[in-house]
């Protein structure tokens, strides 16, 4: 039984990489990889997946710096401390990209990391708050094109959106999910230009639900933005 408890205080686990848990020596101190402390362990595999992400997606390093920034001031105070690695380093990410108006979704991340959407978003809105974070004021001119892009629609079409989601936002919508009303606003710019994009097309390019989009195209089309 002696030589039981001595093997449990010598196991390091298998799942340390994905700092979820700490592995300890036979003389029951911290590993060498850990020996400065495990908030410190964990900030740097947060760091080490923000740079992992950056490249995936080609984010400039001005993002990648801010997000790392960022990851220092959330572990530093402890509020990310059960959140698995990758979601930390996600919602840190995505907490640098609407700071810097980089069109990256929550979609986006999740994907990249195998993650829930909702589960990031949750960390978003939780390093805002206690971090007292103002989100910025996204327009959505910057998805438009990105949409635009994604569904191959032509310059014309492309111009157009940007036009509608600008008369959209001085009409009041400005409060819309900006990958909701960029997509909205690329579909009706498709649909006056006679090109064929489906409302199911832009959705999926924008990340957020068919459902979504159209109840947008509805409050546009009200707004008398188009």
């Given at each position: 039984m002696a030589h039981l408890k001595s093997f449990k205080r010598g196991f390091v686990s298998s799942r340390e990489k994905e700092g979820q848990f700490i592995g300890?020596?036979?003389?029951?101190?911290?590993?060498?990889?850990?020996?400065?402390?495990r908030r410190e362990w964990r900030t740097q595999l947060v760091k080490k997946e923000v740079d992992k992400l950056a490249m995936e997606m080609s984010l400039p390093d001005s993002v990648k710096n801010d997000s790392e920034r960022i990851c220092d001031e959330v572990m530093?105070?402890?509020?990310?401390?059960?959140?698995?690695?990758?979601v930390v380093a996600a919602s840190s990410l995505y907490t640098a990209c609407r700071e810097t108006h980089t069109p990256v979704t929550l979609r986006d991340l999740a994907a990249a990391t195998d993650s829930n959407p909702r589960?990031?978003?949750?960390?978003?809105?939780?390093?805002?708050?206690?971090?007292?974070i103002s989100p910025p004021d996204l327009n959505g001119t910057r998805y438009a094109t990105r949409v635009a892009s994604a569904v191959?629609?032509?310059?014309?079409?492309?111009?157009?959106?940007?036009?509608?989601?600008?008369n959209a936002i001085q009409r009041g919508l400005g409060g819309r999910n900006?990958?909701?009303?960029?997509?909205?606003?690329?579909?009706?710019?498709?649909?006056?230009?006679?090109?064929?994009?489906?409302?199911?097309?832009?959705?999926?390019?924008?990340?957020?639900?068919?459902?979504?989009?159209?109840?947008?195209?509805?409050?546009?089309?009200?707004?008398?933005?188009?």
């Open positions: 300890w020596h036979r003389n029951g101190g911290m590993n060498s990889n850990q020996s400065f402390g530093a105070r402890n509020l990310m401390s059960r959140r698995p690695v990758p589960e990031i978003g949750r960390c978003y809105r939780s390093i805002i708050n206690r971090m007292e191959k629609a032509s310059p014309e079409a492309a111009e157009m959106s940007l036009q509608i989601v600008k900006p990958m909701t009303l960029a997509a909205a606003a690329v579909y009706l710019a498709c649909l006056i230009t006679g090109e064929d994009s489906r409302q199911s097309d832009v959705a999926e390019a924008a990340g957020v639900s068919e459902v979504s989009v159209r109840e947008c195209i509805k409050a546009v089309r009200h707004a008398g933005a188009v």
